[in-house]
């Protein structure tokens, strides 16, 4: 955040800044969904809604499951959220008393800390590295877990480094923490951004796995609706109430206007959209990767998913936040330094989102290249 608020300073001075480090698509929100969104506003749609979501669009995204991806889920089990963000705050709001503790991916989502902290809960952080393609095994589980352990937060693929976790690696996990009668969430917000998975990731829903995970998801990536607030999770049965419950008492609902314009996201020109959008990504992350490696980086991996890639910058001889703040004052390129994610190896790593034009990752990793080798005193 840092970044992009010197960033916009810059941009305010006349200067054009080259932006990597925004966690956004750049694209506008599809036009399909614009326009229902205004049908729904003609149409009245102005009031409250049921707490956990309009019954089209539950049904909806069960649709979604069964059709794309051959799961079977009840829509009774999904509730729409504002954004993955609430669903965390949801279900951590009724998943933890004071003082549990809950494991998460360093590096991994910063926010996830602070939705744990706000309801008393304690945050241990997994250390992930390349060695383990940046998630979690059962082993590294095993080492954090204590008595007051109660669930596991995973993300696939992740956000800062876009790996996906193998089958393997969930089942087992999965199957330590159920032996515990704890919970494994998943969130899966990046799910549909996702490029050429190999055969042994969970290349659709953790769900196929285990039904009863619990899964957070959103409108805010693939289907391109960051600003509408809108996203949801698949909980098993046992949580349902509680968390109608939570939603009614918290924020009553999500917002109407945003659930219609949802809807339309399912429909094939919704589809078509956000297909459009994933290969324009992957071509992004093919250039970025290709960048920064000709740029003299070390990418450790080529990530299968998400926005972004998580490049090892310390051959340059400089900490993450140096690298970061020396990138944007002398060469206006925004990166964020792994600082932000976590502690683990972080000073070693920057983030490179790829939510910029093809033309600005070709001129960026041009530059990022002078940088590096200025930064090695190699010119
Ligand atoms: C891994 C991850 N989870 C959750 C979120 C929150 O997303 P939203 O609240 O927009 O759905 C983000 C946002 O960047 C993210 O990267």
Known sequence: MEVLKRAREIEREGRR??????????FPTASVIVEAAKRALDDGHTGYTEALGIPELRNAIADDYRLRFGINIESRRIAVTSGASGALNLLFSVLLNPGDKVLMSDPGYPCNEAFVRVVGGEPIRMPVDESTGYQPTVEIVKERWTADTVGVVLATPSNPTGSMIQKEQLESINDFVAEREAFVLVDEIYQGLVYEPDLD????????IDPELIVVNSFSKYFGMT?????????????????????????????????????????????????????????????????????????????????????????CGLDSETFSSRLIEEYQVA??????????????????????????????????GRAVRRFRNEI
């Open 201 to 208: 990731a969970v290349a659709t829903s953790s769900l196929a």
């Open 227 to 315: 600003g509408w607030r809108l996203g949801w999770c698949v909980v098993p049965n046992s949580l349902i109430e509680a968390l109608e419950r939570a939603a009614q008492n918290l924020y009553i609902a999500p917002s109407i206007v945003a659930q219609y314009a949802a809807l339309a996201a399912y429909s094939p020109e919704g589809f078509g959209v956000s297909e459009e959008r994933r290969t324009r990504f992957q071509r992004r992350r093919d250039l970025m990767y290709r960048g920064l490696c000709d740029a003299g980086l070390e990418v450790p991996l080529k990530p299968e998913g998400a926005i972004y890639l998580y490049a090892n910058i310390s051959s």
């Open 17 to 26: 800044v080259i932006h990597f480090e925004v966690g956004e698509p750049d």
């Open 335 to 368: 990166v964020t330094p792994g600082t932000d994610f976590g502690s683990h190896r972080a000073h070693e790593y920057v983030r490179f989102a790829y939510t910029a034009a093809e033309d600005d990752i070709r001129r960026g990793s041009e530059i990022i």
